[in-house]
């Protein structure tokens, strides 16, 4: 019976550049040693395939490897049946990394095999020997990895700078042999000058300012020259105790072996300084009558505090809130809310809860009449005071909220009983419990490039863009109707043909569309692109299901 013909591939690695200049070097040396045993199995069915596959100066820490890459791709595409290594560490050194190799070839029907270990993958012992020697090949990598970082506590202990990132104001020391930092006077003045502009200051935005005015620059780096200071970079300059002449590993720091250049008086004060602010910032939160009043308490769905922010666009200052963790990096699940819309859903819950509650007598416990009469009284009229954009009444209906919880398709208002008694002058006592909780139904959407808010309750807004092509749409439509041609309105307009065309037809719109885009009604989704990106049916029913009615 014929045997099966494997193809093999024979993979090589090594870790660093050195000697691969060689004629003869270390690829070299295992890919014989692999393609003697295939010759050797020849009678099995093996054959050798005449692609080579070698990571010269390649780590096996990684699977990032590109003729590793380009082997796992021919073995996807059904070219390779067996991988050929010298020894497994030439494939990978991880366990992990292993699983997801192996995972790999099974799927695609391959297996690999180490020349010099006698086993591969193909046999049930083979898996259980390979599994064996990553296990112990793991166990040495962490050990390895433990001493190295004991070395450097160690090393850390006694002062010594344990490389990085060169720090403004040192250099290395000249002799390699010794682990230190010597001063370099010049770049010493930047940071005493820094110091003591805060301390003067006691603010990171003002002391931003004048270091700039001053021209202090940051450390030249790879030929370039310093750049200026952000705050960030002043606040981690001013806490470095590496100035004070420490060195530090994690939350411990010990005497270091290089001279300091701010006196410990001078780091006292600035971190006091330093304290006193962040405490400050820390136990804000925004008052009533500011802009961004939610600040300190709007919370996104996993409980992150969401912080102002705000950007700039044509000369306008558009307001945000954003999840806290957006500030420190990336997250496809943080929020970014318009703060005008967000905080405008949130008074409008608050007043038409309270309204509900006050017309349905459900607000307070008394069962005084008179009493209860007066209380509803003085909410009612405190209530249309806001509507109407009493600036006293406003301020109220804010502070009475305590916090706002955004979750999934919903947001949670609690409400604080002292601001709402004060605001109808009823006692605590007075006030049901269920009136201090808003639960109502949230929603974020599109609309063209902004994002939209729906909340329960809230008043219909016109798409303004939307509305005033419809009526452009109508004048066009009349104009046409006196004899004038698409040509001549393109010429009045100064807008190309095609642009008249594709927005004309919002003039022949269902009657139930149209008033739907004047109150505001209409779905979120249909905006103007909607609307001219694709043909619109003739037929008043179509229309309204192809735009979402």
């Given at each position: 019976m014929r045997k099966v013909k494997i193809r093999c591939a024979i993979y090589t690695r090594k870790s660093s550049d050195e000697g691969l200049e060689q004629e003869f070097n270390s690829l070299d040396a295992q890919y014989e040693a692999c393609e003697a045993y295939v010759t050797s199995q020849k009678h099995e069915g093996w054959a050798l395939l005449s692609k080579r596959y070698d990571d010269g100066g390649v780590s096996g820490g990684t699977l990032n490897r590109p003729a590793l890459s380009a082997l796992l791709a021919d073995i996807d595409a059904g070219l390779v049946d067996r991988i050929i290594v010298y020894k497994i560490d030439r494939l990978t050194r991880a366990l992990s990394d292993f699983a997801k190799i192996v995972d790999h070839l099974d799927g695609a029907g391959a297996s690999f095999v180490s020349v010099t270990q006698s086993f591969n993958t193909a046999t049930s012992m083979g898996r259980l020997t390979l599994n064996m020697l990553l296990s112990f090949a793991?166990?040495?990598?962490?050990?390895?990895?433990?001493?190295?970082?004991?070395?450097?506590?160690?090393?850390?202990?006694?002062?010594?700078?344990?490389?990085?990132?060169?720090?403004?104001?040192?250099d290395p020391h000249p002799d390699k042999t010794i682990r230190g930092?010597?001063?370099?006077?010049?770049?010493?003045?930047?940071?005493?000058?820094?110091?003591?502009?805060?301390?003067?200051m006691g603010c990171l935005r003002k002391t931003e300012i004048e270091a700039q005015t001053q021209g202090l620059q940051s450390k030249p780096r790879n030929g370039c020259s310093g750049k200026t200071f952000s705050r960030g970079a002043i606040h981690k300059l001013l806490t470095n105790r590496l100035y004070l002449g420490q060195i530090?590993?994690?939350?411990k720091f010990y005497p270091g072996q290089h001279k300091a250049i701010v006196d410990q008086n001078l780091w006292d004060r600035v971190q006091q300084k330093?304290?006193?602010?962040?405490?400050?910032?820390?136990?804000?939160?925004?008052?009533?009558?500011?802009?961004?009043?939610?600040?300190?308490?709007?919370?996104?769905?996993?409980?992150?505090?969401?912080?102002p922010s705000h950007t700039k666009k044509n000369g306008r200052i558009l307001r945000y809130y954003i999840s806290n963790r957006l500030i420190r990096g990336k997250d496809p699940a943080a929020l970014r809310l318009p703060a005008l819309q967000i905080e405008q859903s949130v008074e409008e819950l608050i007043i038409c809860h309270l309204e509900g509650l006050s017309y349905s007598h459900k607000m307070f416990r008394s069962v005084d009449i008179h009493e209860t009469a007066n209380w509803q009284a003085r909410i009612t009229q405190g209530l249309n005071a806001a509507r109407e954009g009493n600036l006293i009444a406003i301020s109220r209906v804010r502070r009475a909220m305590q916090q706002a919880n955004i979750?999934?398709?919903?947001?949670?208002?609690?409400?604080d009983c002292i601001v709402l008694a004060e605001f109808c002058t009823a006692r605590q006592d007075d006030i049901r419990t269920a009136a201090l909780t808003i639960s109502a139904p949230f929603q974020l959407k599109r609309r063209g490039v902004e994002t939209k808010i729906l909340c329960a309750d809230r008043l219909p807004e016109p798409d303004a863009t939307l509305l005033a092509m419809l009526i452009k749409a109508h004048l066009w439509a009349d104009s046409i109707r006196h004899g004038n041609s698409i040509a001549d309105i393109s010429r009045t307009e100064e807008k190309s043909e095609s642009y008249i065309r594709?927005?004309?037809?919002?003039?022949?719109?269902?009657?139930?569309?149209?008033?739907?885009?004047?109150?505001?009604?209409?779905?979120?989704?249909?905006?103007?692109?909607?609307?001219?990106?694709?043909?619109?049916?003739?037929?008043?029913?179509?229309?309204e299901v192809h735009l979402g009615f």
């Open positions: 793991q166990f040495e990598r962490e050990v390895t990895a433990e001493r190295i970082r004991d070395k450097i506590a160690a090393s850390k202990k006694k002062g010594l700078w344990m490389g990085g990132t060169i720090p403004l104001g040192y930092l010597i001063v370099v006077p010049k770049e010493a003045k930047t940071i005493k000058a820094l110091f003591q502009l805060y301390e003067q530090t590993h994690k939350d330093l304290q006193a602010a962040s405490g400050k910032r820390r136990g804000h939160v925004q008052h009533a009558d500011s802009p961004a009043w939610l600040k300190g308490r709007l919370f996104d769905d996993t409980g992150d505090r969401m912080t979750g999934k398709g919903v947001i949670t208002i609690l409400l594709t927005r004309l037809p919002l003039a022949f719109l269902s009657p139930r569309i149209q008033s739907a885009i004047v109150h505001g009604s209409q779905p979120t989704e249909m905006t103007l692109k909607r609307i001219t990106s694709k043909p619109i049916p003739l037929n008043w029913q179509g229309q």
